[in-house]
């Protein structure tokens, strides 16, 4: 790989940061329609976010994202951490 394509690359990698959140997959998954791919986690702890102050349980929570009780719950506490 040349030095030009590592820079390249180097960038475009950068855009893909974990904290990365595409609202519009967000925006898709709290409507309850597919968001056409997984959602990475801080798109899943921005549903998680919504959902909660929307008052929606945990259980209710892992079927909309959809995830595991676990993980959803994992998620809960992350959220109410923030």
């Known amino acids: 790989m040349t030095a030009r394509a590592r820079v390249v690359a180097s960038l475009l990698l950068a855009d893909l ?19 056409g791919r997984p959602l990475h986690r801080a798109e899943r702890l921005a549903v998680t976010r919504a959902l ?6 945990t259980a209710e929570i892992a079927r909309r994202i ?7 719950t994992q998620l809960v506490k992350e959220a109410r951490a923030c």
Do not use: E, I, K, N
């Not at 898709?28 to 329609?33: F, K």
């Open 66 to 72: 959809p995830c595991c009780d676990r993980d959803a």
């Open 17 to 35: 940061t974990p904290s990365w959140v595409d609202q519009v997959a967000v925006d898709r998954c709290l409507a309850g329609r597919d968001t």
């Open 52 to 57: 909660l102050a929307a008052g929606h349980s």
